[in-house]
């Protein structure tokens, strides 16, 4: 398959290669050709005969998802390690991309550029918090986006036993499990990329959101533990950039956008009444577990043995730390019996606000609104009692129960693109047959070949800029050996892909995992010559079980098993 690319295409089909985060955010068309490229993975086709999942397809909804978040949990990590995918400059990037963007935009909108987010992400330090306060202020990380298959991979690094990846890489994760092993139609998945995070956003019963390893129903991101404060981070501190469907994406800097403008109300719709909560009781203790400074202001009645006792708000949370049991759920009385004798008082504090008052008031009023149940607080619990600063309380309160999504405008110039039709019910092959035949009608499915790195059908000379230009963890590895000792190196790798088929590794990845067909250690080997002499040409051949790389008026022969087409490729 022979394109011929303009520079601009050039840099979008080479960074489905490479697929960094910075790429992902200026290329959004490239979001769900990855998820699609996992669905055609044969290895989480592998999953469907894990007795883990031993009948799933009879299972609830709820089931389903949660016998997959624990799969992943147990096979993934969280890695955002900053030589994992190597270094860029802000400089270099800034060129690559200063066709595409506004610059000062994107130093406004992108964490790598300059962007902090708002007030959390000022306050930690966001150079220090990922570890780059060590490099010059124009370093910057690629923090590439793996495939499944490198995911996988991680378990051959040193320093990890499960497989691994980035927030990117779990959001394409989840979103194709969601779909074959779960059955969830990809119309529900829409993925939401904010400058520093990626998550999912499930469309299924009250929402449910993807965030790293774990997942958020709604009664859970107002549960007040701290996976849930760290699970709404992004949402409450950043803009939403992208928005990515199987119809399309849109995107907060471009006009246009090609995701229907249907599914983007629907999203839009349930994601906000998905961050909207009710004042009760419960959403009332939940929000003071999150904030310490409130605890010492209330106490809480519980009548024990026939007779009020009294406890102190701050030693039930305390309690609570190492509880599976809560104030705040049908778990309360479990958690008053683990609660030692000595801790419990006969008579009330005069200074501190009795709970229970507002907890009959809330309980009797649910259709009170939200000023309502304020005004009745400060009319009837708070007087004379003076420890607690109650509009501050609320502020926090409101803030806790209504976050409102900063999401791409829909002032967009819409336009329908064409784009793969999946249903839960299709095979593997089914699914394949329809990317391909929808490749020539249909950007999303195209790039999924090349997402997908099925190399006998997309065009190789992307492939071939990505190989040469973007992976720079060989180089550094190597740099101080000369070319004999790195060719016998290679020569001595493990002789087997974390691919199958005609599908190939960049060289990063073949480095990584210390593994590689010969066809990949011939590219590893030309990526380290060309490092240190861009100006030689080289020649790859692909002929009889060798892949024979000629370079430095030589040629350099390694093993392949490799079934490619094509025999020869300039470098």
């Not at 719709?269 to 003071?288: G, P, R, V």
Request: hydrophobic share 35%; glycine share 4%; proline share 4%.
């Amino acid at each position: 398959m022979k394109k011929n690319f303009t520079p601009q295409e050039l840099e979008k089909y080479s960074s489905a290669f490479t697929l960094s985060d910075m790429e992902i955010f200026i290329f959004p068309q490239l979001f769900y050709p990855l998820v699609i490229a996992n669905i055609l993975s044969p290895e989480i086709w592998k999953w469907k005969q894990d007795p883990w999942f031993d009948r799933i397809e009879n299972k609830s909804f709820n089931y389903k998802i949660n016998r997959i978040k624990q799969y992943i949990m147990d096979h993934f990590t969280f890695n955002l390690d900053l030589e994992t995918w190597g270094l860029t400059t802000k400089e270099r990037e800034m060129e690559r991309f200063k066709d595409f963007v506004d610059m000062d935009m994107l130093s406004q909108s992108n964490a790598l550029f300059g962007y902090e987010g708002d007030k959390y992400y000022f306050s930690i330090d966001i150079r220090k918090h990922f570890g780059l306060d060590k490099y010059t202020s124009d370093v910057i990380p690629y923090w590439k986006t793996e495939t499944l298959e490198s995911m996988i991979a991680f378990k051959h690094k040193d320093g990890y036993t499960t497989g691994a990846g980035e927030c990117v890489s779990l959001s394409t994760l989840y979103a194709a499990a969601m779909y074959v092993i779960g059955g969830i139609p990809l119309e529900k998945v829409f993925m939401i990329g904010t400058p520093l995070h990626s998550q999912n956003f499930i469309a299924e019963k009250e929402g449910i959101i993807t965030n790293n390893r774990r997942l958020v129903t709604k009664s859970m991101w107002y549960n007040g533990t701290v996976l849930s404060a760290k699970s709404r981070r992004a949402l409450e501190n950043e803009k939403i950039a992208i928005v990515s469907h199987i119809s399309g994406h849109i995107h907060n800097f471009y006009p246009d956008a090609t995701i229907d403008p249907k599914a983007y109300e629907s999203f839009t719709t349930l994601l906000k009444s998905y961050l909207q909560a009710d004042l009760t009781f419960e959403t009332f203790i939940n929000f003071l577990r999150t904030d310490s400074q409130f605890w010492d202001c209330f106490q809480y009645e519980y009548v024990r043995s026939g007779k009020p006792n009294y406890l102190e708000l701050r030693t039930i949370f305390e309690y609570e730390h190492s509880s599976k049991n809560s104030l705040s759920n049908s778990g309360r009385d479990a958690l008053m019996l683990e609660i030692e004798s000595e801790e419990f008082h006969s008579n009330p504090r005069e200074d501190k606000i009795l709970i229970n008052l507002y907890e009959e008031y809330l309980n009797a009023n649910p259709d009170a609104t939200f000023e309502e149940k304020k005004e009745y607080f400060f009319e009837n619990i708070l007087p004379n009692k003076n420890c607690l600063k109650a509009a501050a309380l609320f502020e926090g309160l409101y803030q806790f129960l209504h976050t409102e999504p900063r999401l791409p405008k829909n002032d967009k110039n819409f336009q329908a693109a064409v784009h793969p039709e999946l249903k839960p019910d299709m095979s593997r092959e089914e699914i394949w047959q329809e990317v391909l035949s929808k490749a020539d009608t249909s950007e999303m499915a195209e790039l999924t070949l090349y997402a997908y790195r099925s190399m006998n059908h997309v065009d190789w000379t992307p492939f071939l800029k990505a190989v040469l230009e973007r992976n720079p963890v060989t180089y550094e590895s190597l740099k101080h050996l000369g070319f004999n000792e790195v060719f016998k190196i290679l020569s001595e790798m493990e002789n087997i892909s974390i691919y199958d088929g005609e599908r190939l590794a960049l060289p990063d990845e073949v480095w990584n995992f210390q593994r590689g067909d010969g066809i990949e250690r011939a590219l590893v080997f030309a990526n380290f010559i060309h490092y240190l002499h861009p100006e030689n040409s080289m020649e790859l051949e692909i002929k009889d079980g060798k892949a024979n790389l000629f370079a430095l008026d030589k040629k350099w022969v390694f093993e392949t098993s490799k079934s490619i087409i094509r025999e020869r490729f300039a470098l």
